[in-house]
């Protein structure tokens, strides 16, 4: 193999350059050229493209975002469009290709698969956390540090004015931010997409809670079943008017910022062995990392997402929060 390509693509995650600073680094000192293409599936589809070094990649380990940038691709779900991104990898002479992104990427990874003959190798690039494969995908762990952070400064004037705050992280499909933040933040109620959530049970401890404590934070991802933040803090004024009730929702905050250190050397090190997978001969199987080992899922398994939540964190924060 003498060439790779390299993409990032779907939503930005923290520690996306990280992850290709390694694929460029280990690749060079493989011997083998890159080629990064500019706003994922787009670019290559575009053939916009740049021939990456190690001086490309210098200095960008602790920017969040990604220097390749990325985009959503429609045209890419098109057989026009998947024959013409084919092509351009042929002409650059490109014999192996990795995909930094989320279950979309992958997705996409799985049809050009079958228009090109090159093995393909995915990381796992999201905020959500939502991928078979891993503990902890590129993303996640800045962002719940992120919503935390946010948190804690909130709840700062949630007990000044003896105030309910409901926060609202994204999460539209999985509740994996708002569950860990949660329980770090010590929120006293979680509301996500993966339960049935009672606003009848929430509101009556709400009302439990109106002597006990100062502050009140209520978290909830954005595919909640009542609609989001707004919508849960008006059920809560109607049955009970007589709370102050605040809403935040902390949006694309939660995309940005410098990594982890945590996230800086998982993106490290799953960037570091998809070279390694090309190397090996491996194709279609994402990257990943379960109890601090490098292990492979193929792509069919890791685009599925996680359709519950740990049943013990949640016991847990309905313990710690009383």
């Known amino acids: 193999m003498k060439k790779i390509g390299i993409i990032t693509s779907g939503g930005d995650s923290p520690g996306m350059n990280a992850c290709l600073r390694a694929v460029v680094r280990a690749a060079v000192h493989f011997n083998m050229e890159v080629t990064g293409f500019y706003k994922g599936y787009e670019g290559l589809i575009d053939n916009d493209y740049v021939n990456l070094n190690t001086t490309s990649v210098s200095g960008i380990i602790q920017r969040g975002g990604t220097i390749l940038k990325t985009a959503r691709s429609k045209r890419f779900f098109t057989d026009e469009g998947q024959n013409k991104a084919a092509q351009h990898l042929k002409d650059h002479g490109i014999g192996g290709f990795v995909v930094i992104g989320g279950d979309g990427s992958f997705k996409g990874a799985i049809e050009l698969s079958k228009k090109i003959d090159i093995p393909i190798i995915g990381c796992p690039g999201t905020i959500d956390n939502d991928l078979i494969g891993t503990d902890f995908t590129i993303g996640y762990d800045t962002a719940i540090n992120t919503v935390v952070e946010a948190v804690d400064k909130i709840r700062d004037t949630a007990e000044s004015h003896d105030r309910i705050f409901v926060i609202e992280v ?12 949660a329980i770090a933040s010590g929120a006293e109620a979680l ?22 404590k100062s502050s009140k934070i209520v978290i909830v991802a954005e595919g909640e079943q009542y609609g989001g933040a707004y919508k849960v803090a008006e059920l809560i004024k109607k049955e009970s008017p007589e709370f102050d009730v605040r809403v935040t929702v902390l949006g694309h905050i939660q ?6 250190c945590m996230e800086r050397v998982n993106a490290s090190l799953m ?3 998809a070279v390694i997978a090309l190397r090996n001969g491996r194709r279609n199987d994402m990257v990943g990392i379960i109890n601090n080992k490098i292990t492979f899922t193929p792509f069919e398994k890791s685009v599925k997402h996680i359709e519950q939540l740990d049943r013990n964190l949640l016991n847990m924060i309905e313990v710690l929060s009383s």
């Open 170 to 181: 994204m999460g539209r499909d999985a509740g994996l931010i708002a569950i860990r933040s």
């Open 255 to 260: 995309r940005g910022g410098n990594p982890t």
């Open 271 to 273: 960037g570091y062995n």
């Open 191 to 212: 509301l996500v997409p993966e339960m049935k959530n009672d606003i009848e049970v929430l509101i009556g401890k709400i009302k439990n809670w109106r002597t006990s």
